[in-house]
C-alpha cells in the first residue's frame, strides 16, 4: 500500500510540473469604458445621459459579455485537461513476479509551446473588441437620449409659440365679435375662428409627439415609472471656436466600430499564427502503474512488486493539406477584417463630413434667422396687428404675419436642436471628443 502511494506522488510530481511548463499568465484587470461618461458634462442632455449610462440595462448586458470574454484568456492559455485511466483485470494476467489486478495510467497532453501564446492572444482580442462593444453600445445610447432629449426641448419650444401666438390671436377675436356686432363683416371672425382652431390641432399634435418621444426616452434612462419628462430649458448653441476637421481626425483613432474591427483583426492574426503551427507536433506525458499480486512463488525474485512506467507520446501531423486549409482559412479571415477597417473608414468619415456640413448649415441658419428674418417678421407682425386695430388693414394681413412668424421661430429653434445634434453625432462618431 505505500509502493501505492509513492507512485501516485510521482503521479503528481509529474503532472504538476507539465501544468508549470506552460502556465498562463495571469490577466490584468481592464477598466470599462469611460470616455462616453466624459460627454455627460456638456449641455442640457448631459444629466440624462449619466442617468442612462448609470441604468441603462442593456449596457450590463454588454458589461457581462466582455467580463466572460477576459476569462476566455485564462482557458485559451491553460493546458487541457489531463486524462485518468483506471482498469482492473477481470482475469487476473498471471505474470513471473504475481497476478497483476489493476491498472492506472495518466496522460497530459501537451500542445506545441507557441500555441498557448497564440491562442492567448486570439482569445484578448476578442475580449477587446467587447471592450469597445461596450463603449459603442454606449455611444449609441448617447445618440438616441440626445435625439430624443432635443426633440423633447424642440416641441417645447414650438408649443410655446403655438400657444403664444394662439393667445394673441384669441385678444384679436373679441376685437373681431365686437366689429361684427357693429355690422362688420362676419368673415374675417370666421377666418380668426378656423386659424385659432387650426393652431390648437397644431398643439395637440405636438403635445402627442412629445409623449411618444418621452416614452422612449424613459426607456432608455431605465425608468419604470410614467411620469413625464420635464419641460427643458434650453438655447441655440454658440458658433464653433475651433476647426470642426479635428472631429475627422479623432475619428480613425477613437471611433469604437473601428477599434472592434482592429481588436478582432489582432484576433485574427493571433488565429493564423496558431493555424501555422498546425504542422507542428503535440506532446503528452504520462505515467503507468500496474497493481501485482504476489507470485505463485512467493521466493520468486521481485514477487508482488508493482512496475510503473513513464511514457512520452507526440502527435503526427501529417495531413499536410488539411493543415494548409486551416493556415490558408484564417489568413483570408484576416484579409477580409482588414478590407472592412477600409470600408468603415470611408463610410465614418463620409458620415462624419455630411454632419459638419448639417453643422455648419444648421448654424448659418440660426444666425440669418437671428439677425434678418425675425426681426424683419417681428417688425412685420407689430405694424399689421397695429393697423388692424386702427382698422387700416385686413384680418387676414394680419393671419399672415401671425402665421409667417410663428414658421420662422419654429424653424429657428429646429436649427437650433440639430445644431445641437449634429454635435452629439459628432461627438460619439469621434469616440467622446467634444469641441467648444
Not at 450590463?60 to 483506471?86: F, G
Not at 462593444?133 to 438616441?144: G, N, P, R, T
Not at 472631429?247 to 482592429?262: D, G, H, Q, T, V
Amino acid at each position: 500500500m505505500n509502493t501505492f502511494r509513492k507512485r501516485i506522488n510521482i503521479l503528481a510530481i509529474s503532472t504538476a510540473l507539465a501544468v508549470l511548463v506552460a502556465a498562463p499568465v495571469a490577466v490584468s484587470q481592464n477598466s470599462l469604458p469611460d470616455d462616453a461618461l466624459a460627454l455627460a458634462r456638456n449641455d442640457i442632455v448631459g444629466p440624462f445621459i449619466a442617468e442612462a449610462l448609470r441604468n441603462n440595462p442593456g449596457l450590463r448586458a454588454y458589461d457581462k459579455r466582455y467580463q466572460a470574454a477576459r476569462e476566455s484568456i485564462v482557458s485559451a492559455r491553460a493546458l487541457p485537461n489531463p486524462k485518468v485511466q483506471l482498469t482492473h483485470f477481470v482475469e487476473s494476467i498471471q505474470t513471473r513476479t504475481g497476478p497483476q489486478r489493476d491498472a492506472l495510467s495518466l496522460q497530459q497532453p501537451i500542445p506545441w509551446l507557441g500555441k498557448f501564446k497564440s491562442a492567448g492572444n486570439a482569445a484578448r482580442g476578442h475580449s477587446e473588441s467587447l471592450w469597445h462593444a461596450y463603449s459603442l453600445q454606449q455611444f449609441a445610447i448617447i445618440e438616441k437620449v440626445a435625439n430624443h432629449v432635443l426633440e423633447i426641448a424642440y416641441l417645447d419650444k414650438a408649443i410655446a409659440l403655438t400657444r403664444e401666438n394662439t393667445l394673441l390671436l384669441t385678444q384679436l377675436e373679441t376685437l373681431a365679435e365686437e366689429r361684427v356686432k357693429s355690422g362688420g363683416d362676419l368673415t374675417d371672425l370666421l377666418r380668426l375662428q378656423v386659424e385659432i382652431e387650426r393652431f390648437d390641432d397644431l398643439v395637440a399634435r405636438q403635445q402627442t409627439q412629445r409623449s411618444t418621444y418621452s416614452a422612449k426616452l424613459e426607456a432608455l434612462l431605465g425608468r419604470q415609472s410614467s411620469d413625464s419628462v420635464i419641460e427643458i430649458d434650453w438655447l441655440s448653441p454658440d458658433d464653433l471656436t475651433v476647426d470642426s476637421s479635428q472631429w475627422l481626425s479623432a475619428i480613425n483613432e477613437r471611433n469604437p466600430k473601428l477599434a472592434i474591427l482592429r481588436a478582432l483583426e489582432r484576433s485574427e492574426e493571433a488565429r493564423e499564427r496558431l493555424a501555422n503551427l498546425a504542422n507542428k507536433p503535440d506532446f503528452s506525458v504520462g505515467l503507468n502503474y500496474i497493481r501485482t499480486g504476489d507470485a505463485l512463488n512467493p521466493s520468486a525474485a521481485d514477487s508482488g512488486k508493482d512496475p510503473w512506467a513513464l511514457m512520452v507520446g507526440v502527435s503526427l501531423p501529417v495531413w499536410g493539406k488539411a493543415n494548409h486549409a486551416i493556415s490558408l482559412q484564417a489568413s483570408l479571415q484576416k484579409e477580409a477584417i482588414a478590407a472592412q477597417i477600409e470600408e468603415q473608414e470611408l463610410l465614418l468619415l463620409g458620415d462624419a463630413r455630411g454632419w459638419i456640413a448639417k453643422l455648419e448649415d444648421s448654424q448659418q441658419r440660426i444666425q440669418r434667422y437671428d439677425t434678418k428674418l425675425l426681426p424683419l417678421a417681428r417688425q412685420s407682425k407689430e405694424i399689421t396687428e397695429t393697423s388692424y386695430r386702427a382698422n387700416k388693414s385686413a384680418l387676414l394681413d394680419v393671419i399672415d404675419s401671425e402665421r409667417t412668424l410663428i414658421e420662422l421661430e419654429t424653424k429657428y429653434w429646429r436649427a437650433a436642436a440639430d445644431a445641437w445634434l449634429a454635435r452629439w453625432k459628432l461627438a460619439t462618431l469621434s469616440g467622446g471628443i467634444w469641441l467648444k
